[in-house]
């Protein structure tokens, strides 16, 4: 990684911020003012990293996007570009619901699950429950091609200034950079000069921000174990965690194999050269923020070329979810298990169609999955009165599932990469 001037790989040192930042959350609950101390004094550094990431984001897309598009030598490559892109994501999300079938309806998690906690759940819904159904149902309300409407910006700006609007911007840009190929190059020359300089400054910024990663994760990480979770609920639902631990486990181990048989790179080449991203993606549990930390890792450890990560991984970080739609595949049968709901064969092919959908649809952020659960729950004609106590369920252990999704999510987007640079190439 060209940001470290350190003689400690930055793997090491991200890995090093982790564990010190999990000691001191430990330590810090465990004293009188303890928990506040690390909420007023070192948490701030985590989100100020979170917003350093979210804040480049961005402008790092439109300018790397056009980048990548008017470097190209026409506008073949790049069609061919993005149906190679879609149909490798498309591949492994089906893969990744259809394991994920496999596995929940395999171990049953769900009948480990006692009528006690139930209850419990029952008793104690977490706030913001009722909400989150609601933005579920309202995101499944729209016709079938919503989708595609709502990638098309109405307000160029509106787009820019909205971090879950990555796709509009992701529009606005290829339409850009495909009729800026399509002007004369008198016209062309200012504006990838201009681009190519921007794009520079832009990387730059990148490395900086990743410089303060190995202490921002010490801020992130003891937030988090400093904050006292309910070890209780944790231990009823794990059969639920095991189960989507295991499926994501596989996919881990997959990509690895996928790049080595697919594009010859040897497997340890790959894992190494992800490491950092995949310790970011832990860390803040956002595909999204995570993306500048991807892009770089896979252009300077990976080089892979800037036309191809520039495109993939943007559109990756919003559309290609797999341990998301994984997710949604266990939790699904998981809930439907407990709470006494059969599932025919023809409700798991519809949950196939809608959980590869919702990961689609589900933006790269914190918890997103969950909101976009209430869709495949409803498609597969679950209780509408039982969905509150279903989300809770699966919302009481995501915490920490959800920071390895991500981990998942990116290494999937990177596995694509890899390959669909290596066909480029070819
Ligand atoms: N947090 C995940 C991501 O950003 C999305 C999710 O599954 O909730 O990739």
Redesign the pocket.
Known sequence: MSATTSRIPLHFQILIGIIVGVALGLAAGTFAGGQELITNWVKPVGDIFIRLLKLIAVPLIFVSLTKGISDLKDLSTLSRMGVRTIAWYLATTVFAVLLGLLLVNFFEPGAFVSAETIAGLQANMPAGIEGKVAVGTSNAAGGPLDFFVRMVPQNLFAALSENGSLLQVIFFTIFFSICLLLVPAAQQEPIKKLIDALNTVLLKMVDVIILISPYAVVALMAALFAETSDAGIIKALISYALVLLLGMAIMLAIYPLLVRFYAGMPMMTFIRGILPAQLVALST????ATLPVTMDCLEENLGIENEVVSFVCPVGATIN?D??SL?QAIATVFVCQVLGHDLSWSDQLIIVLTATLASIG?A???????VMLVIVLESVGFPSENLPLGLAMILAVDRPL?MC??VV?ISGDSCVAVLVNNSMRE
């Not at 549990?285 to 999204?288: L, T």
């Open positions: 549990s956002s595909s999204m979810m341990a998301t997710m589900a790269g952020a914190p918890s997103a999955g969950i959800d999704r991500t999510n």
